[in-house]
């Protein structure tokens, strides 16, 4: 009885998280086009890479300095809460990696956010993101999926920085505000 009783529950809590899994996935996916085109035209993330030299980077390269959103702590909490309630893959990694990963998901969030506020657009903001996490995979141990950048993104917007939303386009930014509902009346 015991356990037809926790399989009974499991097969409900998977049930639940459908339609959250359906809206992560639908606004991942929002995020991967926007990243991969730039009106119309592939993106850096769609085409090889090349060498540059420090004084090209220099001139194609924002120089802005960034700016983190000034967060609570309750706001931090938040966000760790709801990313891993978003992309399940991130419990496991918060899990092994403890306060390294912590720090990796709170500091992938702001840069967006600030990357957003610098200016030059979500395409860059989304690439320059990725770019910065892939060079400190060795030390944090980030899983580097699609899955996973989108999740940190669309919980940024939602709790880290919700006034930089408007840098979205209109249909995204629908998408995300459900991600924000479903995650409010999965904690209600």
């Known amino acids: 009885m015991y356990i ?7 097969l409900r809590e998977r049930r639940a998280q459908r339609p959250l899994a359906w809206i992560c996935a639908s606004v991942a996916a929002v995020l991967f ?3 991969c085109t730039v009106g119309g035209q592939p993106s850096l993330a769609a085409t090889p890479t090349t060498t540059t030299t420090p004084r090209e980077h220099a001139a194609t390269t924002n120089t802005k300095p960034l700016t983190a959103p000034k967060t609570t ?10 990313v891993t ?10 899990q092994k990696h ?31 993101e990725a770019q910065g ?10 899983p580097l999926s699609v899955t996973t950048f989108n999740t940190i993104e ?3 917007l939602l709790t880290l920085c919700p ?3 408007r840098l979205v386009p209109a249909s995204v930014r629908a998408k995300i505000r459900n991600l924000g509902d479903a995650l409010a009346n999965r904690a209600g």
């Open 163 to 165: 006034s930089e939303q």
């Open 4 to 10: 037809g009783a926790v399989t009974g529950s499991a």
């Open 98 to 128: 403890k306060n390294v990963a912590l720090q990796a998901l709170l500091t992938d969030g702001s840069a967006f956010c600030a990357l957003l506020k610098r200016g030059g657009g979500i395409d860059q903001a989304l690439i320059a």
């Open 133 to 142: 996490a892939r060079s400190m995979e060795s030390q944090t141990s980030l």
């Open 33 to 35: 086009g926007l990243a």
């Open 73 to 82: 702590f309750a706001q931090d909490t938040k966000f760790f809460t709801d």
């Open 85 to 94: 309630e978003a992309d399940p893959a991130l419990v496991t990694y918060e």
């Open 154 to 156: 669309s919980v940024a």
